[in-house]
């Protein structure tokens, strides 16, 4: 790992696809130093995040109930949560729904399908960014928005 | 109707011409369809009071040119019963030729036998023109009430015209010398213009309703499309995901992966992979539903036995690994005219349906009786005088789930529908089922529709009608026929 030496990643893999659970369990961790651990809706996922501390999300946006969108918003208000990098991970791949996903306050935003190497470079690359670089991103993004 | 449907209008190979002429002929066709009619009644109607009006006539002037009057109308209106049969027989530019000749004759021709014999000038008459002017143009403008209104407004404009208007009886002598009688002529007239110009606004009407309405379902064609790609799109992406992440996991790493995993890794991207050519393969049918529909079978079958294969075949990936109690309900002596292969997929559709959108310990249940024979339902008194419909056997798949909201229902069974309550949830489809429900029971003569109050827990009743046959009919030998035994 680049920044936290031989510490593996804790990621937390929200989806309500099974299926695609499961593989993103199998091959992270095969391919990257990064442990899943996997839930199928938002509310799991906001039960788990406290207990867990994952050191990043991967996000569905169209989930019943509470949608991914929703929780990045959630996440990002609550101050303990609002540190977490977060990773957008879905099928929505127009230009307006990956904006909507940033502006949410996603720190990267992967289309489906992606790679599992590209999963993880996304990981990689929203872990490294520093809270400063977050806003200062944030508030780029809502003036151009403007 | 000739006005195209929403599926006509998709054979691009039609050019822009050929679609106005399509629509110009269907706008002829609605104009006849009333005004043929209104004109030939107007005929007998004044042919029949002009003959009671010559044995009263008042003198002998007025009776000759009755004389006159009366075969004249009777030509006309033999033009115009010609002109209404050609109608029928699709040709339209025979019968307009036709119902002008029949006016021309009608209305040029005893208009001045009227004016020579009573010696009404003709020129006089030309006065009235712009009253008439008035209500053609309500109809072309307004709608029924303004044709009502325009005609009442020039009644009493006439009125004054001839009554009131200083000057107006040394304007023309006709109009002092005939007032009495010209007033009610002239309303009387009025009116029996606007019951034409009536029939001419209600045949535009039937044909910008007709357009109207196969634009607007070609538009929500449209939309459906572009929804079920939507909605294809993401039911695609996720499981091609989820396989190409094993097979990369494989491929870049196969060192870290242990044997066990191996196998199970493989075995996940296999299923992945096989799942993924059965939904394509299903979005692909759809063409293919409609050729199959136009080559069944007419076998002669037992409907039980159809209705337990078709539970057994439910997609166990599609329904789900909860429970669901299950009720056949279904004689066993009941016989259906039809494609067995094609029902027993409308009932494996209705079934898993009726299992996908309820809830796990709920009942889903499936009957079937026979309607339609004489004396077995309420609606053969009043239906008595129609032609008989054909018996048929009646199946109702019924189940406590979700429900189906009253609006979304007059779509329900069109391709790649699906509802957006649906669209939201995880349940998979791809909205051909219901669709390919309706197009094989058509095709057997039969039909499909739906009941559902929307209320969650209500649920919703599916009907199918498929044509009844007699137990006597069923082939000797068993082998189109796997009786469970």
């Not at chain 2, 339209?92 to 021709?109: F, Q, Y």
């Not at chain 2, 349906?353 to 809830?359: C, G, P, T």
């Not at chain 2, 949830?425 to 791809?430: C, I």
Request: charged content about 20%.
């Amino acid at each position: 790992m680049t920044s936290g030496g031989d510490k593996r990643l804790r990621v937390m893999i929200v989806d309500d696809h099974r299926e695609l659970l499961d593989s993103l369990s199998f091959a992270l961790p095969t391919i990257a130093a990064i442990d899943v651990i996997a839930v199928e809706s938002a509310a799991e996922a906001l039960q788990g995040i406290m207990e867990h501390r994952p050191d990043c999300i991967i996000i569905d946006v169209k989930m019943p109930q509470i949608d991914g969108l929703q929780l990045v918003r959630v996440l990002r208000g609550d101050p303990e949560t609002a540190d977490i990098p977060m990773v957008i991970l879905s099928a929505f791949v127009q230009e307006r729904d990956q904006s909507a996903g940033m502006l949410a306050g996603a720190d990267q935003y992967l289309t489906k399908p992606s790679k599992p190497q590209t999963i993880v470079e996304a990981i990689m690359t929203a872990v490294r960014l520093s809270q400063q670089e977050r806003d200062a991103r944030l508030h780029g993004l809502a003036e151009d928005v403007e | 109707m000739l006005v195209p449907t929403a599926a006509d209008t998709s054979s691009i190979a039609r050019t822009e011409r050929e679609i106005v002429l399509e629509y110009e002929h269907s706008r002829r066709e609605q104009i006849l369809r009333f005004l043929l009619p209104a004109v030939i009644l107007l005929g007998i109607i004044a042919e029949l009071v002009l003959a009671v009006g010559y044995f009263f006539a008042p003198n002998e002037s007025v009776r000759r040119s009755l004389l006159l009057i009366l075969p004249l109308l009777a030509a006309a209106l033999t033009l115009g019963l010609i002109g209404w049969v050609a109608y029928r027989r699709g040709r339209m530019t025979l019968a307009s030729l036709l119902l002008l000749a029949m006016l021309g004759i009608g209305v040029a021709g005893s208009v001045p036998a009227l004016a020579i014999e009573v010696g009404i000038d003709p020129l006089g008459l030309i006065a009235f023109t712009p009253f008439s002017a008035v209500i053609v143009l309500a109809g072309m403008i307004g709608d029924l009430w303004a044709i009502i209104i325009a005609t009442l407004v020039m009644n009493v404009a006439t009125a004054i015209f001839l009554i009131q208007l200083p000057g107006a009886a040394e304007m023309h002598a006709l109009f002092a010398r005939e007032r009495t009688l010209l007033l009610p002529l002239m309303m009387v007239h009025q009116w029996l213009f606007a019951g034409l110009v009536l029939a001419i606004w209600l045949g535009y009407r039937r044909t910008l309703g007709a357009i109207g309405l196969s634009y607007e379902r070609a538009r929500q064609l449209d939309r459906l499309k572009d929804e079920f790609i939507a909605n294809v799109n993401h039911e695609l992406r996720t499981p091609i995901m989820a396989m190409q992440t094993y097979i990369e996991a494989l491929r870049v790493a196969p060192e870290r992966v242990p044997p066990a995993q191996l196998q199970m890794a493989l075995d996940q991207a296999g299923d992945l992979s096989e799942s993924l050519g059965e939904l394509v393969r299903s979005i692909l049918s759809t063409r293919r539903i409609e050729q199959e529909a136009e080559t069944l079978k007419a076998e002669t079958f037992h409907l039980l036995p159809v209705v337990q294969t078709a539970a057994t075949l439910m997609d166990p990936r599609e329904v789900g690994r909860e429970q669901r109690d299950l009720v056949i309900n279904v004689p066993s002596e009941l016989v259906i005219r039809g494609d067995r292969i094609r029902t027993q997929q409308i009932v494996t559709n209705l079934l898993a349906n009726a299992v996908k959108y309820s809830n796990s310990g709920t009942e889903v249940s499936i009957s079937a009786k026979i309607v339609g024979l004489p004396g077995t339902d309420g609606f053969t008194m009043w239906r008595r005088r129609q032609p008989a419909t054909p018996p048929m056997v009646e199946i109702q798949v019924k189940d406590a789930g979700h429900g189906i909201p009253p609006d979304q229902m007059p779509l329900l069974f069109n391709r790649f529908v699906r509802l957006p309550r649906d669209l939201a949830s995880k349940v998979p489809g791809t909205g051909i089922g219901l669709y390919l429900c309706r197009v094989m029971s058509e095709a057997m003569g039969g039909r499909v529709w739906a009941e559902s109050t929307g209320v969650e827990g209500e649920g919703s009743t599916f009907f199918v009608h498929l044509p009844f046959a007699t137990a006597s009919s069923l082939p000797q030998a068993a082998s189109t026929v796997p009786l469970s035994r």
